[in-house]
């Protein structure tokens, strides 16, 4: 199996941090700087700026598009839009240019429309190694498929995202933002 790379977890920071905030609009333990805020954490109006190729509600931060770590070739969700209470299944394609070693962080901001509920820093290596990988994540090209089951209760309306991910040294790596509307069945 190809190693994983930010791109996997960037997607599912941007889709399925929305699953936990149903029962108590937090991410749970062993996260860090984790805050539940009122204000603006700086996800801004999606749909301006550069969409990541491929069937999804992806979309690049301001002037982010270009990294010298990592090309997003396509991600793809079905279904897209995602449904609450069915699995999702996202499948993406990328190339991890320069290796990202232990201390790379993702800076995460969550809306339910114009409400912030979270905004938090996590560690990128400890959230992939839950998925079976470890750091350093290696250069070289990575398709990745991977499903996960979203809760039947999540709540109806619209989410919004932004996944910003940095080396252990700050350094950019990408910046993803992501619009999703969960509407009532």
Do not use: W
């Not at 984790?34 to 204000?39: E, M, N, R, V």
């Not at 938090?120 to 992939?128: G, H, N, P, R, Y």
């Not at 932004?162 to 910046?175: F, L, N, Q, R, W």
Request: overall charge negative.
């Amino acid at each position: 199996m190809r190693s994983l790379s930010p791109l996997l977890v960037c997607v599912f920071a941007l889709l399925s941090a929305i699953s936990p905030l149903v029962s108590s609009f937090s991410l749970g333990g062993g996260r860090s700087k984790q805050q539940l805020l009122g204000g603006d954490g700086g996800v801004g109006t999606v749909g301006t700026k550069e969409p990541v190729p491929g069937d999804n509600p992806l979309s690049y931060c301001e002037g982010s598009a270009e990294s010298q770590f990592l090309t997003i070739e396509h991600v793809n969700l079905v279904p897209n839009p995602p449904k609450a209470g069915h699995n999702l299944t996202i499948e993406a394609a990328g190339v991890v240019k320069k290796d990202i070693k232990e201390g790379a962080y993702v800076e995460l901001v969550v809306k339910y429309g114009f409400i912030q509920l979270i905004q938090m820093t996590v560690d990128l290596c400890e959230e992939i190694s839950s998925i079976g990988v470890d750091c350093p994540i290696k250069a070289g090209e990575t398709v990745i498929t991977k499903s996960v089951a979203l809760p039947q209760e999540i709540p109806p309306g619209k989410y919004t995202v932004k996944a910003d991910v940095y080396s252990a040294d700050a350094e950019p790596i990408t910046c993803l933002d992501a619009e999703v509307h969960f509407n009532l069945l």
